[in-house]
């Protein structure tokens, strides 16, 4: 008989690896209606990386429990509520991009930056939730390791590769756009 617990982490693991699966479509729809509409794909020799590490914390966090004997943490509830948390700020941040969301760098250089949503409080909301999903999600069954590595990679790749990037393209799209004392505003990616 299978323990309600591989089935609760089962369906967990399908459930967002669907999301992510859906994710990747609509990134890919909406790049493509932004090249369509003036948008500008910007060079990313950083974002294999991502993906990679998304794949395999993915991988790992059920890998990582079973192997400790699948058991939900004894607090798995907290996790489960943060993991929601997270999700809701997810889809704030998507929403109120609109089309303009994005897992690649998309400068929209005719548009203002969105300041709606969550992007009047924050710079990155999507990029908050993705590192509470990553310490969340494995802390439920008590896959710390996973937790931790992947938290560490991720904030690595955000603070030293990704963030830095999109604030090199915005600003060029600034500077590019100054005539006289306006500058045109930037924006659309996370």
Known sequence: MVSP????????????????????????????????????LVDEPHYWMFF????AWLLAWPTEAWLRGPERAEYWWVFLVGFGLAE?????????LGKRWNTKIVVMDEQPLVERGP????????????????VCVPL????????AVCTVLNAALLLGLRIPAEN??????????????????AGGTE
């Open 5 to 40: 617990t591989l089935i609760f982490l089962g369906v967990l693991l399908a459930g967002i690896g669907g999301q992510r699966i859906s994710e990747l479509r609509l990134a890919k729809r909406n790049l493509e209606w932004a090249l369509e509409n003036g948008g500008r």
């Open 52 to 55: 990679v590490l998304h794949t």
């Open 88 to 96: 809701a700020l997810r889809y704030w941040a998507i929403a109120s």
């Open 119 to 134: 992007y009047r409080f924050l710079s990155h909301p999507n990029y908050l939730a993705v590192a509470m999903e990553l």
């Open 140 to 147: 439920i069954s008590n896959a710390w390791i996973t937790a």
């Open 168 to 185: 090199a393209a915005l600003r060029e799209a600034s500077e590019t756009a100054c005539d006289g004392d306006s500058v045109r505003g």
